[in-house]
């Protein structure tokens, strides 16, 4: 699964990102903060494509599906072999995807009756998109709620000595692909849900604190 992420660079570097991968140059930079521990229910920056252009914005992580009568139940997985059937996943999977730039993500490896939290990144320390599937939530009062969920796969080497499972990674030339709305093909679309490469990346192990996702602070990624 994929439970926590970071995206720690500043401001002017995910600017830069935006700019060069999609053309985008109205985000309103300010809005963003870097952050050390970002957990479902919070927001996080995100990206789309609007049939048109690519937008830069914030959705709440914990996909609630649009035929949902409340709020309760959050999804913050979608497991890649399954998403074009289940229910809850297949509209957006088809009609609504989006990225999530990130610098690294948390995983936890079970030794033993403990489980020691591990972070992952890039081996150059980059900035990477992990695929994801949004929805639109009509609230009772009519406002509006956008989630998503982040699409899980099987483990590469790497992973698979903390978890049987990752998010999924996708490369910088198959964001683009992801994202295009005329791309409709399920098969065409599952091809690329796969492992990362596992020699591209790096984990060690950090601080207990990350397990609270009230702290969100720069020292929760140093390594121990």
Not at 23 to 40: C, G, K, L, Q
Not at 86 to 92: A, C, E, Q, T
Not at 144 to 169: G, W, Y
Request: hydrophobic share 35%; aromatic share 12%; charged share 25%.
């Amino acid at each position: 699964m994929c439970g926590r992420v970071t995206i720690t660079v500043p401001r002017e570097e995910i600017s830069k990102y935006l700019y060069d991968y999609f053309s985008i140059n109205n985000f309103d930079i300010e809005m963003y903060s870097p952050r050390y521990n970002v957990a479902p229910s919070q927001s996080v920056l995100s990206i789309i494509n609007d049939g048109q252009n690519y937008r830069a914005g914030f959705l709440k992580w914990g996909f609630i599906p649009e035929f949902s009568k409340d709020e309760k139940t959050i999804l913050i997985n979608a497991r890649s072999e399954t998403i074009d059937s289940k229910f809850s996943f297949k509209n957006s999977f088809i009609y609504k995807r989006c990225i999530i730039p990130v610098d690294g993500f948390y995983e936890w490896k079970r030794e033993g009756t403990s489980k020691t939290p591990m972070r992952i990144h890039m081996q150059d320390k980059s900035i990477f998109a992990l695929a994801g599937i949004w929805s639109t939530f009509i609230k009772p009062d009519n406002s509006k709620v956008f989630t998503f969920s982040i699409i899980t796969c099987e483990a590469n080497k790497l992973m698979q000595t903390i978890h049987d499972r990752m998010p999924v990674i996708l490369d910088k030339d198959k964001i683009h692909f992801w994202l295009n709305p005329q791309n409709k093909d399920p098969n065409a679309l599952k091809e690329i849900l796969l492992p990362y490469d596992d020699k591209k990346m790096i984990a060690y192990k950090v601080s207990n604190e990350v397990n609270s996702p009230k702290n969100d602070y720069e020292s929760l990624v140093n390594k121990l």
